[in-house]
């Protein structure tokens, strides 16, 4: 199994301001996913971030406002920008070595005031 | 339409016994996977278990075991000896299509789960 790490846990941050998250995965992985989840909510996918290209956006969601990176098979980051108090959410990483796997991190718990 | 539906938002069950959560889907692809996640109030998704839709047996892990039923489209999970350490909430995630085209969940709404003593 792979072990999926995130940075920050948590944070509490201004309207306007940005926030970026990291994810960490403990083995290469071919494809890793952020997702979010408001409150009290299932979880959305955000995209899939694809290593050495650009992500791929799900409808709702654009670049400009969750840039990602993936500069190789076991790092990613997400980007919250110009954050408003709807961004406040729990966003999470995921990945997998296989078909039958999925696994998350802990999750970053954002509070936009 | 939905492709993974949670009938129930929320069960209890008492403790040591059995508890099943629903689960049906909706695809169109004969390849597709199905995945029960656990979530409890600290947030983190734990990964339960996995069914493939060729999988000609129910999977199982431990005290968890998933009721495939395809024709159904359903594809519930079942906690045997329910412990307290059970309650959360409780996903159901698809993931359609062939595993090289990506490995996206797409999940229910869940089913918060509570183990009484």
């Known amino acids: 199994s792979a072990v999926i790490s995130q940075k920050p846990s948590r944070d509490i941050c201004q309207r306007g301001t940005s926030l970026t998250i990291q994810c960490q995965v403990d083995s290469q992985v071919t494809m890793m996913f952020w997702y979010r989840q408001q409150p009290g909510q299932s979880l959305t996918l955000i995209a899939t971030a694809n290593q050495g290209s650009e992500a791929t956006y799900e409808s709702g969601f654009v670049i400009d406002k969750f840039p990602i990176s993936r500069p190789n098979l076991t790092f990613s980051t997400l980007t919250v920008s110009n954050m408003s108090p709807e961004d406040s959410s729990i966003y999470l990483c995921?990945?997998?070595?296989?078909?039958?796997?999925?696994?998350f991190g802990p999750g970053t718990r954002l509070t936009v005031t | 339409a939905q492709k993974i539906t949670q009938t129930q938002p929320g069960m209890f069950v008492q403790e040591k016994e059995a508890v099943t959560l629903d689960c049906t889907y909706d695809?169109?692809?004969?390849?597709?996977?199905l995945f029960w996640y656990k979530q409890p109030s600290s947030g983190e998704m734990i990964f339960l278990i996995y069914?493939?839709?060729?999988?000609?047996q129910n999977a199982t892990e431990g005290r968890y075991s998933l009721n495939f039923q395809k024709a159904r489209k359903s594809a519930n999970l079942v906690i045997s000896a329910s412990q307290l350490g059970d309650s959360a909430m409780y996903f159901c995630a698809m993931r359609e299509g062939d595993p090289s085209s990506g490995d996206k969940l797409t999940f229910g709404t869940g089913t918060r789960l509570a183990v009484r003593p």
């Open positions: 995921s990945g997998g070595q296989g078909i039958y796997e999925q696994y």
């Open positions: 069914q493939g839709s060729y999988d000609q």
């Open positions: 695809t169109s692809d004969p390849s597709y996977g």
